[in-house]
């Protein structure tokens, strides 16, 4: 008997938040290990802060501290870092992905380092900004990848892969621009059949996108404003990420409980976020179902009475009237004979004298 084969997915568990620890503060960690800048001579740093200019090279070291109580290897690497699609969060690329910024600028000693049980390894990397790098910010990390999958269990197991790494903030210097937009709003109403009876929601959908060159930390508004300029709803959302990175959009949704039944208005949100600020706007018909297959049910009822009553009458449709009267030819005028002309009178003809 042949076994089957499980099949496996790939998950990147890709740790970047910082948990309360006592030391080093702030480290990324995962229960297992830990990734984190190197203590400077002043203090400890939660992340890398760098600020360089084009062409500028520094030298740095990172730390992966092992917390179990076996050996641990890991692959070590530089990446960009982006925003997720679901929430927004901040997170980095994969190790065969393309890199542009940190993940192409950072070069780390070792490409492979083991960690001895419940001991720390220091990882000294270079960061070389190339000449004509874009000016702001360049979000990245140095990620410690434990390349091994962990088998799951069941006809489908997922093969789970765990990284952590440290945030690198990296500002090239040269002019900033913060700059926002809000694209794409949508409504959508989820409303009762019959009007007053159950509760009236919509979902309103939106992308927020960093146009600019630095990080930004927006806040969102949201308001709605119905028939002769009623204010429906004006509030502050929440769930917005606060580290929209640049180049980056992010896809969200707002939910709005108590929604019309009933209204014709407008939809505006307004991002804000230091030194930038843009609104964007979408119209919104809310209208039952019910009133709207009524409505239908009695157009077309109506128009066939109007037809029979027509034809009651003796009349012809209002179309084959039309399709008559365009056919119909009207005849021209009579034409009337012109008078006979008055005869000319003729000179009479000399006749020829006779000859003698």
Excluded: C
């Amino acid at each position: 008997m042949r076994r089957r084969a499980k099949p496996y997915v790939l998950l990147l568990s890709l740790l970047l938040g910082a948990l309360l620890t006592a030391s080093p503060a702030r480290a990324a960690d995962n229960g297992s290990w830990s990734v984190y800048p190197v203590a400077s001579k002043i203090a400890a740093r939660p992340y890398f802060y760098l600020s360089l200019d084009p062409g500028q090279t520094i030298t740095d070291k990172v730390a992966v501290a092992n917390k179990t109580g076996t050996p641990l290897t890991f692959r070590l690497y530089a990446a960009d870092a982006y925003n997720t699609a679901r929430d927004g969060g901040f997170a980095v690329r994969t190790v065969k992905e393309r890199m542009r910024g940190v993940g192409a600028w950072a070069k780390l000693a070792k490409a492979r380092v083991t960690v001895p049980a419940h001991r720390t390894v220091t990882v000294p990397f270079t960061l070389h900004v190339p000449q004509g790098a874009e000016p702001g910010d360049h979000p990245g990390a140095i990620v410690a990848l434990d390349e091994k999958v962990d088998p799951g269990a069941g006809p489908l197991a997922l093969g789970v892969q765990r990284a952590v790494g440290a945030r690198v903030y990296l500002r090239v210097s040269g002019p900033t621009l913060p700059a926002i937009a809000v694209e794409h709003v949508h409504i959508t109403h989820h409303q009762p059949w019959v009007p007053g009876l159950g509760n009236s929601t919509a979902t309103v959908s939106y992308t927020l996108h960093n146009t600019g060159n630095v990080t930004l930390d927006p806040k969102v508004q949201l308001r709605a404003e119905g028939l002769f300029g009623r204010t429906l709803l004006s509030r502050d959302l929440t769930g917005i990420p606060s580290e929209l990175l640049p180049g980056e959009s992010v896809r969200l949704t707002a939910p709005w409980r108590g929604a019309p039944q009933l209204d014709w208005g407008d939809v505006t949100l307004t991002a804000s976020a230091t030194g930038t600020k843009e609104s964007a706007s979408a119209s919104f018909l809310a209208l039952p179902w019910l009133v709207v297959a009524l409505t239908f049910v009695a157009g077309v009822a109506g128009g066939a009475l109007f037809a029979r009553m027509r034809r009651g009458r003796g009349l012809p449709s209002p179309g084959r009237a039309l399709r008559a009267r365009r056919g119909r030819v009207r005849p021209s005028a009579p034409v009337r004979p012109s008078p006979p002309a008055a005869p000319t009178p003729s000179r009479p003809r000399s006749s020829p004298s006779a000859r003698p």
